[in-house]
Each structure stands twice: as C-alpha cells, then as structure tokens.
C-alpha cells in the first residue's frame, strides 16, 4: 500500500444498525436500549468518529428499531460533538420518523444515512419500489434535509452484482448509471457515498477490475468522497478486498464488531471491525482508533450479545 503511513482512513462501525436489525423481538430484553447507549459510548471512546447506530425502518421488520428505543438511545447519547452518529432512512415515512424522533440539526443532529440498490430486482425486494421511484423519492427529502442543514452520507446497495435468491440469475449493475447515481446523490449535498458489495460476490480480482472502471470513469472526482461496504461469506476475503480498495485511493470503510449483520440472501457477516483495525495499522496505516479497546469491545459483545442471541436468516434493510 504507497503511502499508507501518511493516509487517513475513516472507518465507520455499523454493528448497532446492522446487528440491530435483525434482533428478534422475544432478545430485546438482552439488546436493550441501554446496553446499546453503552456499546456506542465505548465505540467514540475506541476513537470512532462515525457510528451507524439506528435504522427509521418499520419496526415491524426489525422490532429493536421500535420508536421507544429509538427516542431513548438518541437522548441518553445526546448530541456528541465530533462523531457522526448515523441513522439510517429508507423513505418519506422513514424521514418523518427520524424528524419526530429529534434526530435531526435542531435536535441531537444524527447524521441521515439514504440507501437504494444499483439492481432493480434488488430494490424491488428491499424498498418496495423501482430505483426511479426511490431517487424520485429522496430527492424530495434530500431538498428538505438540505433547507435543515443535516448532513447526509448516500449508500449504493448491490454495486458489485445481485444474485437473486429465486432464481439464482446474477445481474450485474450498469457502471455509467452508479456514476451517475454518484454524481447525483454528490450534487444533492450528500457528504460521501457507499459502495456496498451486498452479498460479498466480488473477490479481489475483481473488486479491483470494478472499481479501477468506475474510478477511471470518474476521473478522480470526489474520490475522498467514496466508501466501501463489504459483505462477505469469509471475513478474510472482505479484508482482502478492502487492502484493494485503500490501494485504489478509497478511504472510507465499513466494518462491524466480530464480522456480525450482512446480507440475508447470500453473504452472513460484515468484514470485522477489529480485524480491520488490526490489519492497517500492521500497513501503517492512520486510523484514529484504539486496537486494543476495539479488540476488548469486540470480545465483550461476542460475550453478552452475539452468543445469548441467535440471529435467523431473516428480515433487514440490506444496504
């Protein structure tokens, strides 16, 4: 990696969104807002500066994300100064939710976090609607986000392919349309965008073919803007892929405590925050993050989360 001791990277952990997710309703007395509150507070001790910490889905499709708890979490954190703490909205009702609940610039100033898929059958399984519809969508609420202030970060779903679990077809998105979705979401005020490989389909072969396309296309705008989100089948693989990615000029990574969350229909986890951690500063690279307090926080939530409460292969918002 060239100059990976002068570089910085940004490393947002997405463990108490996509973890959250997908808790069932008869666990949330283990995955309680309190325990949550806490888990976040450790996360900005670690030295995080973005944190995905709630979701403004139906709570009917993932209960933890219930208004109560919501309400609760976002006033025992408050607003902290210097960390993004993101919530994540997937439509109008979503937004008006994430209003209600305080959340926005006048209130404890979470960061809004848009997601749509590059895939059409994707986004017609996840949102509900054709991409078009979505876009049309937040573009609504983007131009009203903007009027508040609040800082928004875009998330493309599905950039890297979509197996669809029906069939098992794989489509691949247009490379010209995610340049696109790019430049409008950039153009809209949206602070940094996401690539995620939703069901870890890219090895780093072609990690590096995709996004050497889409970064030459692109011409080095707004590369300081650009994010990664891998799933993966193998931890390892998604941080192997990710040193292609840093190699590439991308400094921006998701990651979750221990590797939990991912995409129901294919790849399981996340790529570790601690194994992330681990793996740049043996690089040298910067990251701003303590190793050791993430690698005590992952063991602690294995500890009192992960092995008390067994996920199913269910319902979640699959950015």
Known sequence: MADAGVDRVIITDVTLREYGQNIPSNYLHIFTPEIRTKIALSLIDAGFTNIEVLSRVNPQVAPAMNKEAIKKIAKDLGRVNGVNLITLVPNDAGYKGFLSAGLGPDGYNHTMGIFFSAVEAHNLANLGKPIKETIEEYKIILRDASSRGMRVIGYISAAFGYIDPENGVLYRPNIDEINA?????????????????LQGIANEKETRQFLETILDRRKGRNLDRLGYHP??????????????????????????????????????????????????????????????RVFSLAQKVQRELYSKIPLPMGKEEKI
């Open 231 to 292: 799933h993966n089948v193998a931890g390892d693989q998604a941080i192997a892929n990710s040193k292609i990615v840093y190699d590439l000029g991308i400094r921006r990574f998701d990651s979750s405590l221990g590797g939990t969350g991912g995409c129901v229909t294919g790849a399981p986890g996340n790529q570790p925050t601690e194994k992330l951690v681990l793996s740049l500063h043996s690089l040298g690279v910067k990251t701003g993050l303590d190793e050791k």
């Open 181 to 197: 979705y790019i430049d409008l979401l950039i153009d809209r005020g949206v602070d940094a965008v996401t690539l995620s490989d």
